[in-house]
C-alpha cells in the first residue's frame, strides 16, 4: 500500500525557518518526481516545488525561490523541504505529492499524503 507522511510542520515566527519532510512507502519512489504543494485557508491547492527522479533539477513557485530548498534521499525514501525566511502569507496545510508518470507505455498512479500545518505568526 503506497504511503506519503509528512512531518516538520509547526508554528514558526516570520523570518523563521522550518524543515518539512516526506517519507514514502509502498512504491518505487526513485523513479517518481516529488513535489509539494500547499493549501492556505480559503484558497485551492497551490503548487510550490518539484525535484525530478534524479534530483538534478528542481522547480519553484516565484514566491518561494530563494527561500525554499528542496531536496531528495533515495536511500531514505524521503524528500526535505528546507523553508527559509517565512512568511505570514506561507501559512498553510502542506502536502506531498507523487506525480502520476507513464514510462514504456505503462501508466503508474500519483500518490498524496495528508498534509503537514505550517503557521507563520509572531
Known amino acids: 500500500q503506497a504511503q506519503l507522511v509528512e512531518s516538520g510542520g509547526g508554528l514558526v515566527q516570520p523570518g523563521g525557518s522550518l524543515r518539512l519532510s516526506c517519507v514514502a512507502s509502498g512504491f518505487t519512489f526513485s523513479s517518481y518526481a516529488m513535489s509539494w504543494y500547499r493549501q492556505a485557508p480559503g484558497k485551492g491547492r497551490e503548487f510550490v516545488a518539484i525535484i525530478n527522479s534524479a534530483g538534478s533539477s528542481t522547480i519553484y513557485e516565484d514566491s518561494v525561490k530563494g527561500r525554499f530548498t528542496l531536496s531528495r534521499d533515495d536511500a531514505k525514501n524521503t524528500v526535505h523541504l528546507q523553508m527559509n525566511s517565512l512568511k505570514f502569507e506561507d501559512t498553510a496545510v502542506y502536502y506531498c505529492?507523487?506525480?502520476?508518470?507513464?514510462?514504456?507505455?505503462?501508466?503508474?498512479?500519483?500518490?498524496w499524503g495528508q498534509g503537514t500545518q505550517v503557521t507563520v505568526s509572531s
Open positions: 505529492h507523487a506525480p502520476p508518470r507513464h514510462e514504456l507505455g505503462y501508466s503508474f498512479p500519483g500518490y
